[in-house]
């Protein structure tokens, strides 16, 4: 079992920047593909971000969502438990909440329907 606990979310204006952070219980953190998704009032949930381990090359990959690539960046401390996401250049369309979540497949597809641990979310809101 994995138990997820996002922070980090607030109100911020656009142009600036935030730092979402997921605090992950397990002892398995690291195998674990993490992602980070959100959902907007009256939409879909959409994926952000997800980044996982690549063994054979022994590296962690790193995917984005094309609305957030070049702004937002995907990362984990396995020693502390947590994967961030930092958001720089924030826009109004950003509003969501913001979920993280873990896969205990590594090739977790990124529509989400393979996380099988979830946060209860963080609310980022940009105004204008």
């Known amino acids: 079992q994995v138990q997820l606990v996002e922070s980090g979310g607030g109100v911020v204006q656009a142009g600036d920047s935030l730092r979402l952070s997921c605090a992950a219980s397990?002892?398995?953190?690291?195998?674990?593909?993490m992602g980070w998704f959100r959902q907007a009032a009256g939409k879909e949930r959409e994926f952000v971000a997800v980044?996982?381990?690549?063994?054979?090359?022994?590296?962690?990959?790193?995917d984005y969502a094309d609305s957030v690539e070049g702004r937002f960046t995907i990362s984990r401390d396995n020693s502390q438990n947590t994967v961030y996401l930092q958001m720089n250049s924030l826009k109004p369309e950003d509003t969501a909440v913001y979920y993280c979540?873990?896969?205990?497949?590594?090739?977790?597809?990124?529509?989400?329907?393979?996380?099988?641990?979830w946060g209860q979310g963080t609310l980022v809101t940009v105004s204008e």
């Open positions: 980044t996982s381990w690549r063994g054979s090359a022994r590296y962690y990959a790193t």
């Open positions: 979540a873990a896969a205990s497949n590594r090739w977790a597809r990124t529509d989400g329907t393979q996380f099988e641990y």
């Open positions: 397990g002892r398995t953190f690291s195998s674990y593909a």
